[in-house]
């Protein structure tokens, strides 16, 4: 019995073969091309490989309403030869097997609540910092889905007094992706984030927005744990300034125990670091 | 088959005997004072009745977690005599019945879920805008709880250019609430909001705040349905305000036909009213 797991990115598509174990016996990764290319190469690593079934954690928008016509179909996409492209379609098409597919993040929420930090908690938030900003919800073993999946990276957040960037969201300016993710940061200064300083005044504005961002997903979900993953969240020195931003906005509002205490177990680096994303999809193959 | 149903409320009670097709049989509306009187008077009404099962739609903070040894008890509220005090035991201990204990919002969206514009949806959101400023979601029938219940009402919304109001919230001056609810209302201009002329400017300033935060809402939680009660929401002429500062906000990010549409059927006036939350209450004693 061997699942098909695939982590498909923006950039790149990591593929591999697991066991029942979660142990992983073969992986490729591949870049990003056009749906022909990518989907060829993939569909070829996993041919005569004995896959009962398929686990997908993929860029979005994506539709992931199991009961929909469209299930599996990237939606508006800047990318735009993956724009109304359907993964799910294109996989079934080839291996007649079950398959469940889900936005990269709730992936990554799921891997952390079956084997990370989220193990034994009801619920999990799973946040990823990097070419842009995501999240992903999983509550009771479920990840969680609206009318659309969630679009958490695009909150509106108060600009810091003293940065009067405008923000680099092509469709919000100074939302939280516009002023955090990797792209902005480079934008603002011309160089990429992790070649500034420890002590640069950028990482004071992007640990408050964090808080801020963080602040509102406390007060309309309360998940039992916070993980901030992906390249920013890289720079380590961010999480006791996160927490501390967190803990002003909030002002000791919602007086949970948890929210009172030092915030250090409760907002923090995955468990599986990077890994979170593919041991999620694992769990989504074996759900399927 | 009788249901004892109760909306507790921060200034008053309703409780209602109810059958089995949701007729209200009896109801008495009461003021609350201390949990000792109030809660007498409740028990002596329900007495003798042939009560089944009871549902409550309180006021919070409050733990709604089934499974924690405080279910039931109203938390830190400003409200000093409720502070610690069980609702949901006191009841218990009088009659050995099954209870149902939720947050007013929640039964209110549960309310709309069951019988108002949230029938045959899949997420309901419901927002009150009165005395505070609070939501609720159901999500498949269940209402929301994380760690604890949310606290949507204080959001943080960016203050609108030429509004310096510092706000009227004790905890976060200028959230949500301490811009949007009554009180700060009256705080701000020394006078109830109901007589503001239609063309104040506080009411501009009260949509731009309330279509943030469904931004934000919509962001995280992505709701089927926008449900908008409570005092303040009967100001009718604020509706088309309120979507178009929706829309602006959002900037066509989230792709879906609905929320590209006109929004007439989606951020709306609850169809039961002020009885949303006494509906939703009696759907948690039939639960119970």
Known sequence: MMYGVIEAGG????????????????????????????????????????????GIGSFGPIDINPNSDDYGKILNTPKIPWRDFNIYKALKERFDLPIKINTDVNAAALGEYMEGYGKGKRSVLYITIGTGVGAGFVLEGKTFYGMTHPEMGHLLIRPVEGDDY????????????????????????????????????????????????????????SPEIILIGGGVSQQKHLFPKIRKAFKKNMNGYMDHPVLLDDLEDYIIYPKNGQKAGLIGSYYLAKQA
């Open 11 to 54: 950039t790149k598509f990591v593929c591999a073969v697991m066991n029942d174990n979660g142990k992983v016996l073969e992986t490729i990764t591949i870049a990003t091309e056009t749906p022909e290319v990518t989907m060829a190469t993939v569909i070829d690593f996993f041919s005569g490989k004995d896959i009962c079934a398929f």
């Open 166 to 221: 405008a923000g680099h969201c092509p469709t919000h300016g100074n939302c939280l992706e516009g002023m955090i993710a990797g792209p902005a940061i480079e934008a603002r200064y011309g160089i990429k984030g992790h070649l500034l300083e420890e002590d640069h005044v950028i990482w004071d504005y992007i640990a408050d927005y964090i808080g801020q961002a963080l602040m509102s997903f406390s007060l309309i979900l």
